[in-house]
């Protein structure tokens, strides 16, 4: 006798529609690219390449900015910070428009309030623009942290690789 005779009729549609979300969920997921928990990334704007942690608790991206500056531009508040490559210890400086604040509560209890800015990470050949919150990141491992806004409908995060491809957009 087949396990679905021995429900109630009332169940058996249940049933059908759990085995039929289960083949199908994992389907969806086959359409999105598989990364590391690290990846080389490029910051479209400056031309960097630049290592990322890939943090799926981490709602919104952040970059390292030092020195943030709010300043006045044709009515707008627009922000410029300066960005150091780590390797070679170059500095630039950026300035985009402030898309909104945001204030991060952090693990010791403090809060921070935070830039928000439009860049465009560079993910294999995935070219994502999203927000991007500003702060220092100096005594993290990684200057850029890409959360859930770049990666949503697109990256799925493997926790046991590293690097598993070179960022190639133009």
């Known amino acids: ?18 085995m039929t979300l289960a083949l199908v969920a994992p389907a969806q997921a086959v359409d999105k ?10 910051v479209m704007e400056i031309g ?3 290592e990322a942690k890939l943090d799926t608790g981490a709602t919104t991206s952040s970059i390292d900015a030092r020195e943030i500056e709010p300043f006045d531009k044709d009515g707008e508040e627009w922000v410029r910070f300066k960005m150091i490559d780590r390797d070679t210890g170059t ?17 010791r209890g403090d809060s921070q309030t935070r830039y928000v800015v439009q860049l465009t990470f560079c993910v ?3 070219e994502i623009e999203e927000e ?10 990684f200057p850029v942290l890409v959360g859930r806004n770049h990666m949503a409908g697109r ?5 046991a690789e590293r690097f598993t491809d070179d960022p190639d957009c133009e």
């Open 91 to 107: 500095e630039t400086w950026v300035e985009r428009p402030v898309e909104r604040k945001v204030r991060i509560k952090r693990h």
């Open 33 to 42: 690219d598989i990364f590391g928990y690290v990846e080389d990334i490029k």
């Open 1 to 18: 006798m087949h396990f679905a005779n021995l429900l109630p009729p009332s169940r058996r549609g249940l049933l059908a529609a759990l």
């Open 132 to 141: 991007v919150s500003l702060t220092s990141r100096e005594g993290f491992n």
């Open 155 to 159: 990256i799925i995060v493997d926790p």
């Open 124 to 126: 294999d050949k995935m």
């Open 48 to 50: 960097w390449v630049m």
